[in-house]
């Protein structure tokens, strides 16, 4: 408890008069953090890079800088947390000096992005150059072309591999929220039926 993945409205407003971190530093973390700081003593954006410049489009990054009560700490990283039931503190390092600090918090929201982890699936399911998955129609553009081994077209969550279907972060141009991810995961229920009824 204390560590979310998606900061709505009821968890904003818990947060009055605490200090809150966010992992991330791409426009949902900064979206968050403007959100987040209309409710919380002090924000503070914990941001690998040396700016915002590279993950965050500039309005919303001067945004940011000139919110006062949020802080962002650049070149640092969240390592480690700790509590008793619910979360209590948080490690942060420097990650020029290797120093670790710790620092009291009861909120941790982490938006740090996906790595797909898709290498277990092995070369018959395609992938692009970062690891997502190749689903549905996408698999019948130029770039694909020869990879889909039936007439049938592919089904719309399915991979190069027929019966074989990928739902949430791991697909190609998914919404990567959790929400969706979830209704993927049904739709692809159904569509396993409708596989089976093929073969």
């Known amino acids: 408890r204390g560590v979310y993945y998606g900061a709505n ?4 407003s818990q947060t009055r008069g605490d200090d809150v971190y966010i992992a991330g530093a791409a426009n949902s973390a900064g979206q968050a ?3 987040l700081s209309r409710h919380a003593k002090r924000v ?3 941001v690998r890079a040396a700016t915002l410049g590279g993950t965050m489009s500039r309005y919303l990054a001067d945004r940011i800088t000139s919110v006062p009560n949020i802080e962002v700490r650049y070149r640092s990283e969240v390592v480690a947390g700790r509590g008793d039931g619910h979360l209590e503190a948080l490690t942060l390092v420097d990650r020029d000096s290797g120093v670790a600090e710790e620092v009291p918090s009861c909120w941790l929201f982490v938006f740090i992005g996906a790595s797909p982890r898709t290498e277990w699936l092995g070369p018959d399911v395609a992938r692009d150059d970062q690891g997502f998955v190749v689903t549905g129609q996408d698999l019948l553009g130029p770039a ?3 990879r889909w081994p039936l007439r049938r077209a592919p089904f719309a969550l399915e991979t190069t591999v ?3 279907f990928a739902a949430g972060d791991v697909r190609l141009d998914s919404m990567k929220r959790v929400a969706s991810a979830v ?3 049904a739709m692809s229920i159904y569509l396993v039926h409708r596989y089976l009824a093929t073969v």
């Open 144 to 146: 694909y072309a020869g």
């Open 162 to 164: 027929p019966g074989v």
């Open 44 to 46: 503070v954006l914990v």
């Open 33 to 35: 953090a403007l959100n």
């Open 183 to 185: 209704g993927e995961g």
């Open 9 to 12: 409205a009821s968890e904003a």
